[in-house]
C-alpha cells in the first residue's frame, strides 16, 4: 500500500513539472527534393528544398553549399510568410511573394530569392480549388505585421509589382 501511495506522488510531481518544461517543437518531414534556386547575383543553382511541418508552420528550408535560407507559411490566426537568410537568424515578415505556374517558381521578396518547387506548387493548385485553376500568376503583398495586403492573379500581379518598386 505505501509502494502504491509513492509511485501515486512520484506520477503526480512528474507530471506537475512537466507541465513547466519548455514545449516540445513537434516536427515531421514531408518532403525533401533536389531542385535549382536563383538570386539576382546567381541563376539557377542546385538546391535541396526540405518540407518540415514544425508545430503550427510549414517550413521550407533550402540548402546550397553551406548555407541554408528558409521560409515558414503560417495559417493562425492569418496566412503570413517569414523567411531568415540563416540557420539561427531572426525569422522576418516577407514583404512579397508570387507563383509562376508555368515555370513552377516561388520567389520572394521582388525575386531576392527564387526556387523551382513544383511539390508546393501542385500542393497550391490543389488546396486553391477553382478560385486557382486555369491561373498562370498568383502574387501576395504583405503588411508590416505579415498579413496578407495585396493579391494578385495573371496580369494583375505586373501592376502590383509596378506598385512594389514604387
Not at 502504491?4 to 514545449?23: D, M, Q
Not at 553551406?66 to 537568410?85: C, F, H, K, N, Q
Request: aromatic letters at 8%; one cysteine or more.
Amino acid at each position: 500500500m505505501l509502494v502504491s501511495k509513492r509511485s501515486k506522488v512520484l506520477t503526480a510531481l512528474l507530471a506537475l513539472c512537466s507541465g513547466l518544461a519548455a514545449p516540445a517543437v513537434i516536427a515531421e518531414e514531408l518532403y525533401t527534393i533536389n531542385t535549382t534556386c536563383s538570386t539576382p547575383t546567381s541563376q539557377n543553382f542546385s538546391c535541396q528544398v526540405q518540407a518540415v511541418d514544425v508545430d503550427d508552420s510549414t517550413e521550407y528550408r533550402h540548402r546550397f553549399g553551406s548555407r541554408t535560407v528558409s521560409y515558414r507559411v503560417m495559417e493562425d490566426p492569418y496566412v503570413r510568410i517569414e523567411g531568415r537568410a540563416q540557420a539561427g537568424a531572426a525569422w522576418t515578415s516577407v514583404k512579397n511573394a508570387t507563383i509562376n505556374f508555368k515555370t513552377e517558381q516561388l520567389c520572394f521578396n521582388s525575386e531576392a530569392f527564387c526556387v523551382n518547387n513544383p511539390t508546393f506548387l501542385a500542393d497550391v493548385l490543389t488546396q486553391g480549388g477553382h478560385a486557382i485553376q486555369g491561373r498562370t500568376r498568383l502574387g501576395m503583398a504583405f503588411a508590416d505585421n505579415g498579413r496578407v495586403d495585396v493579391a494578385c492573379f495573371d496580369n494583375g500581379c505586373d501592376r502590383l509589382m509596378e506598385a512594389i518598386q514604387k
